[in-house]
């Protein structure tokens, strides 16, 4: 099976280092999948789930903004968060998620309003991969 170097980092470590038969992340303008071979590319990533494929094996995650990166088949995901799921902790999301979303509905200034508002989407995104069967 055809594969590529793939590297996921955010500002707390390496997440994965190996190598890879896909990923699909969420881009700012939708889903996107990196196959082996795929055309040399940089974007800006979304918030939504991700799913690597490695060994055979598919594993999926919560990921929020960043970039990533296709060079000579190596691809690298830089992302201000990355969670696989079996590392979410549910429970916490909820708190999370309920306590953003009463600084939404204070926030006033347009900064808090959209701060919140991201803070929010990255909770639901982590609930959601979370439960998914």
């Known amino acids: 099976m055809a594969v590529f170097n793939l590297k996921i980092v955010t500002p707390h470590g ?6 890879a038969s896909s990923i699909t992340v969420r881009g700012v303008t ?12 940089v974007t ?13 094996e ?3 995650a919560a990921c929020s903004s960043g970039v990533l990166s296709v ?7 830089l ?6 799921k079996e590392e979410i902790d549910l429970e916490r999301a909820k708190e ?20 919140a508002k991201i803070r929010v989407q990255r909770e639901l995104v982590r609930e959601a991969v979370k439960t998914e069967k």
């Open 14 to 19: 390496v997440h994965f280092q190996g190598e």
């Open 30 to 41: 939708g889903d996107l999948s990196v196959l082996p071979g795929h055309i040399n590319m």
């Open 44 to 56: 800006a990533l979304g918030t939504g789930k991700a799913s690597v494929t490695a060994d055979g």
């Open 58 to 60: 598919k594993r999926t």
């Open 71 to 77: 060079l000579k088949n190596e691809v690298t995901v």
């Open 79 to 84: 992302a201000s968060t990355f969670e696989w």
């Open 96 to 115: 999370n998620l309920a306590r953003y979303k009463e600084e939404l509905k204070k926030a006033t200034d347009k900064k808090d309003i959209e701060m």
